[in-house]
């Protein structure tokens, strides 16, 4: 079975803006700045510049964008797991990993 046949949820290819946040091995917190690559409802797939490996919890900050003007934009917030990492298929994207999401902010 292909990648797409399994999964569940559509996906959007939007690139918007993220930010994913996590503790290291000696509980010192790590952040990125990155951009989405596609996004679901149960995940989403981010590009940053470097490598997060797989199982690592994550939170994530996803803003969305302004939809009418005058508003401000919103932001979607989540905690999730790595669930696979590789290098982004252009070599000056770094890496990409998908996040399986597990419990969103309000």
């Not at 939170?59 to 939809?67: G, Q």
Request: aromatic share 8%; net charge negative; with cysteine.
């Amino acid at each position: 079975m292909s990648e797409i046949e399994q999964r569940r949820w559509e996906r959007y290819c939007l690139a918007l803006p993220v930010c994913v946040t996590w503790k290291d091995a000696s509980g010192i917190v790590e952040e990125q700045v990155g951009t989405t690559r596609d996004i679901s409802s149960s995940g989403v797939c981010v590009r940053c510049p470097s490598l997060v490996r797989d199982g690592v919890e994550v939170d994530v900050r996803i803003d969305l964008p302004v939809v009418l003007e005058g508003m401000t934009g919103s932001r979607m917030s989540a905690q999730g797991t790595v669930v696979r990492s590789k290098a982004a298929t252009e070599p000056d994207q770094g890496f990409e990993y998908g996040i399986l999401f597990n419990h969103f902010y309000p």
